[in-house]
């Protein structure tokens, strides 16, 4: 069995094939709850949004309103984070983090999809920091287009082109501290949260040293146009002045700003909690380092973003809030302390989410989902750092770049992140709904309640947030679906759905009662016996068609000694050909396939097997000289059971030949395409006792229904339905008119669209009766075809079949037997015949056998079928 970490099979989405990557080695695992989770999730949760865009969420939604935002935000991160402690914590966890959890529950289609667009949400993500992290530099450094006062600090010009190179060069130095490692960037991190907790310091301290006053804040709108904005310190009529929202123009993007495009904005800085679930393939001890790690650094941000809201909701008018982002430096004791703190958290906000997107790509590309274009991300250096997909998120993050605007991407990534949210709450669900008994966590504060209300929580804000955003993420993710369904390797990490499938499939079995079955409902449950399906690919594809959404198992029974016998890997060829040819399950009929010539050897299969694997896996077919598994009495002995056992069974005959038909241009066999040409054949009439009470009993009925389900069939709805009534003309007894008339009026109640054929058996019948006396059946007048029926007996009417054989029938008659079902039927593409109870006396068994085998020699794909289930109804 496949350990958790290893990779799909050896090819991938476009082909590809070999092993994974090596994985970091144990001294690569080396950081704690601390350094591995705590502190990068404050820092990315603590970036360019405490700083530069407080003022712009309370300016322009108000205290109240912010408030709110926080709350939601909040409440669905904690709902997400009760998720992810449940999930880390039920096994061990893996590098790519969240991708790890969702692909590990819920497969590698759902897993590849939303570890993709994580991915791209980090990608994201990592833009807006960095674009953050200009716009700060350029709000100091930053020449004023037109203004004649002269600065020294102000040097760098502005513009989309200049701010593109400001943005490049710094993304270049957080991808060389990306490329030395994550341990250096751990350590670094440390250090800049210290800063950045300095600087937040400052912040709370200030309004205590310093006085109110006022400043002048001058924007460039086609004319220069002056703000008068003042900062009042603790002041409760600015406090009343700021509880409710005034949504205005942003003045960097010049939007109209809504609830909605605030709200993603704020909530952009607090997305980060995913930040030490990233860090997973680094960390001693995932399992306990991120529920602990998260929820703390979570917890610790809140507070912070209370304490913030209302610091400045206190002490600064909605002027200065609304038209200067970087008023936290107008009002610190030293400006440089905040300046410094924006420099640091958006710096190791950027880099955070660039060292997590590469190791997400890491976990992708060693899982081989997508092939060609990400197994170069599948290289690591000699310490484990995987360097590659650090340069492939560094170019992404690069293309980014180019949108020049902080809050045009803010909506784009919220809905990213929020749509992995949602994921890491559906897996989290699907497990606990699935109740499987290996889902145990460690971590016990959630439910199946918390799980889907942070998922609804998550898709209803998406929309909320931007609806085409929204909408077109959905799409993205149903292709990435489909392609990945279609595409990518069986995985062994197990499939979610499998386990909601079983639980779903258990109850609704429960709730079947047997007392409520009706007949007008029936529909075939079949268990086909094969020996060896390189002989049996056309009977498999057959029977499939012919169960009508009914059940279908594929049986084989395997002699030896059971510990001998065991063979995993020849279990895991059948289970390969079944998933492959068709979808299965279990059964009231028993087919068996009546092998009794040598030549069953094929040369292409119609069910999508390749023959290579065939001859690979399964043995030869046997030839005339070797040895059968079973004898003639102990396969009759089989049929005769399982008939006591209240069975339908059926023995199919020659299907080995049903594509050298196709290939005679009676119509297509394969699925999808329909037959043009040929016909299904049924004869009702026990052919091997024509004194029998004629064909309107249940194995009768149960011939017509079969053919008829075939009939409906897709590739068989244009063949010619054909029911064959034998008629001794030279009898005298004109009646058969009369069944004929009646037999039409059968299939019209039973809405069996069918051509009825007359056939003249008297040469056949004469033989038959020149060996005993005729037998006197009430109503069998004419050969025993003068059975009467009406529509209310159908599904009651008892079967004549059940009697034993006649004792043994005369070589001639059974050769002519044979003429006349060839010259009438030999250009069918399948026939439906009616078989016979086998007799009591056991010494008959091998001529029973015998009586089948000349009947039916040279016949093409035949099925002898014995009915024992009312079938047909005429009722509504």
């Known amino acids: 069995m496949s350990r958790e970490s290893s990779p799909l099979l050896n090819y991938g989405l476009f082909g ?119 716009e700060a530099i350029l709000d100091v450094f930053g020449k004023v287009p037109g203004s004649s006062e002269h600065d020294a600090l102000r040097v760098l010009p502005q513009g989309y082109w200049y701010s593109l190179m400001y943005s490049s060069a710094l993304l270049l130095l957080c991808l060389l501290v990306c490329l030395v490692g994550a341990k250096v960037y751990s350590r670094a991190s440390f250090f800049i949260l210290l800063i950045v907790t300095l600087s937040l310091l400052s912040i709370f301290i200030s309004p205590l040293a310093l006085s109110p006053r006022s400043f002048f804040i001058v924007h460039q709108d086609g004319a220069n146009i002056t703000y008068n904005a003042s900062y009042t310190g603790f002041n409760a009529t600015t406090l009343r002045s700021n509880l409710y929202g005034n949504y205005s123009r942003d003045y960097t993007t010049a939007k109209m700003m809504t609830f909605a495009t605030v709200f993603a904005v704020m909530f952009t800085g607090c997305k980060g909690i995913m930040a030490g679930a990233n860090m997973s393939g680094e960390l001693k001890n995932p399992s306990l380092s991120i529920p602990k790690g998260t929820i703390i650094a979570v ?82 250096s000699s310490s484990g750092n995987p360097w590659v997909a650090v340069l492939y998120t560094w170019a992404l993050v690069q293309v980014v770049l180019c949108a020049g605007q902080l809050n045009a991407l803010a909506s784009l990534v919220t809905v990213f992140y929020l749509l992995a949210y949602a994921a890491v709450d559906l897996a989290c669900l699907a497990l606990e709904w699935a109740s499987a008994p290996n889902f145990r966590p460690t971590f016990q504060l959630f439910s199946w309640h918390t799980c889907l209300l942070g998922l609804l929580s998550c898709v209803v804000m998406m929309f909320l947030i931007n609806a085409v955003y929204s909408s077109a993420s959905m799409v993205l993710l149903l292709l990435l679906l489909l392609l990945l369904h279609y595409r990518a390797p069986t995985s062994s990490w197990g499939y979610i759905s499998q386990a909601l499938i079983f639980h779903q499939v258990r109850k609704y079995l429960l709730m079947l009662d047997v007392r409520k079955e009706h007949v007008k409902f029936w529909r075939p449950q079949v268990l086909l016996m094969v020996a060896n399906p390189r002989s049996s690919c056309q009977l498999i594809s057959f029977i499939n068609d012919l169960k009508k959404g009914g059940l279908f198992i594929l049986g084989h029974v395997q002699l030896g000694d059971l510990g001998e016998n065991t063979d995993q890997c020849t279990w895991g060829h059948w289970s390969t050909l079944v998933c492959r040819c068709l979808k299965i399950s279990s059964c009231n009929s028993i087919l068996l396939y009546c092998s009794t010539q040598s030549h069953y050897c094929i040369t292409l299969l119609l069910c999508p097997v390749c023959i290579k694997c065939l001859q690979a896996h399964f043995p030869p077919v046997r030839d005339a000289e070797s040895s059968r598994s079973l004898a003639p009495d102990e396969y009759v002995s089989i049929i005769a059971d399982a008939i006591k056992m209240q069975k339908n069974v059926c023995l199919a005959r020659y299907f080995f030949q049903l594509e050298v038909e196709r290939e005679r241009g009676l119509g297509g066999w394969r699925r999808g395409r329909e037959r043009e040409k040929g016909s299904i054949d049924v004869w009702p009439l026990n052919l091997l006792r024509p004194e029998s009470s004629g064909f309107v009993d249940v194995c009768s009925l149960f011939l017509l229904q079969m053919a008829c389900i075939l009939n409906m069939a897709t590739g068989w709805r244009r063949a010619r339905l054909r029911i064959f009534l034998c008629v001794e003309s030279e009898s005298g007894d004109q009646g058969w008119m009369a069944k004929e008339e009646k037999l039409r009026e059968l299939l019209g109640k039973l809405r069996i669209r069918a051509t009825i054929r007359i056939v003249d058996w008297d040469t056949v019948a004469r033989l038959h009766w020149g060996k005993k006396p005729r037998a006197a059946t009430p109503g069998a007048g004419g050969g025993g075809q003068g059975a009467d029926f009406d529509g209310s007996s159908l599904a009651t009417a008892p079967s004549a079949a059940c009697a034993t054989l006649p004792g043994p029938v005369s070589d001639d008659f059974l050769s002519a037997l044979n003429r006349l079902l060839r010259e009438n039927s030999g250009d069918a593409v399948v026939r439906f015949l009616y078989l016979p109870c086998p007799p009591a006396d056991t010494s008959q068994l091998q001529s029973y056998l015998s009586q089948l085998e000349v009947m039916t020699r040279d016949l093409g794909p035949t099925l002898l079928i014995h009915g024992l289930t009312p079938v047909t109804c005429t009722d509504l």
């Open 16 to 134: 590809v094939s070999g092993g994974s990557a090596t994985a970091p080695g144990g001294a690569s695992r080396s950081l704690g709850t601390f350094f591995g989770v705590m502190v990068p999730t404050v820092l990315s949760m603590f970036n360019i949004v405490v700083f530069l865009r407080i003022g712009f969420v309370v300016g322009q939604a108000g205290l109240l309103q912010a408030l709110l935002m926080l709350g939601v935000a909040y409440f669905i991160i904690f709902l997400t984070i009760l998720s992810v402690c449940a999930i880390s914590t039920n096994g061990a966890v893996q590098g790519g983090g969240a991708y790890f959890m969702i692909s590990r529950t819920l497969g590698p289609e759902f897993g590849g999809s939303i570890g993709l667009m994580f991915y791209l949400a980090n990608v994201c993500a990592c833009g807006v920091y960095m674009l953050g992290l200009v």
């Open 299 to 380: 917890s610790y941000t809140l507070v912070i973003y209370l304490l913030l809201f209302f610091l400045v909701s206190s002490t600064c008018d909605r002027v200065l809030l609304l038209q200067d982002y970087g008023f936290f430096q107008r009002i610190n004791v030293w400006p440089p302390f905040v300046i410094i703190g924006v420099y640091c958290a958006s710096l190791s906000a950027s880099m955070g989410t660039l060292i997590g997107a590469s190791r997400i790509l890491h976990a992708l590309a060693k899982d081989e989902l997508f092939g060609r274009p990400l197994a170069p991300a599948k290289v690591t």
